[in-house]
Nanobody, 125 residues
Framework: QVQLGESGGGLVQAGGSLRISCAAS????????MAWFRQVPGKEREFVAA???????YYADSVKGRFTISRDSAKNTVYLQMNSLKPEDTAVYLC???????????????????WGQGTQVSVSP
């Protein structure tokens, strides 16, 4: 069983950068597919980025070229570096972990069975 805890959220101006972290305990992050999702009130949870056990990365079209997901196995932490932030990036960002077959998609929430509590990211105009 892995426990996940996000940190690093905050308020930033449009065009700015922020790095949020997901620290894992209990199991190592390299043994899971790890992902970031985001959610705003009244809307469904939205896929942002994922990194497979193999190291392959995936991004939502809305963040491609601006966000980077990475993994530090020594620190057992997954990061999301967010650059060129926009007001529409405002959301609670949640970290997720799961075992996903290579043939299966990484963007569906139901593929992940471990979730953190989330960290708020707010981008002002």
């Amino acid at each position: 069983q892995v426990q996940l805890g996000e940190s690093g959220g905050g308020l930033v101006q449009a065009g700015g950068s922020l790095r949020i972290s997901c620290a894992a305990s209990g199991r190592t992050v390299s043994n899971y597919e790890m992902a970031w999702f985001r959610q705003v009130p009244g809307k469904e949870r939205e896929f942002v980025a994922a990194i497979r056990r193999s190291g392959s990365t995936y991004y939502a079209d809305s963040v491609k070229g601006r966000f980077t997901i990475s993994r530090d196995s020594a620190k057992n932490t997954v990061y999301l570096q967010m650059n060129s932030l926009k007001p529409e990036d405002t959301a609670v960002y949640l970290c997720a972990a799961g075992f996903i077959l290579r043939s299966a998609s990484v963007i569906a929430t139901q593929q992940y069975n471990h979730w953190g509590q989330g960290t708020q990211v707010s981008v002002s105009p």
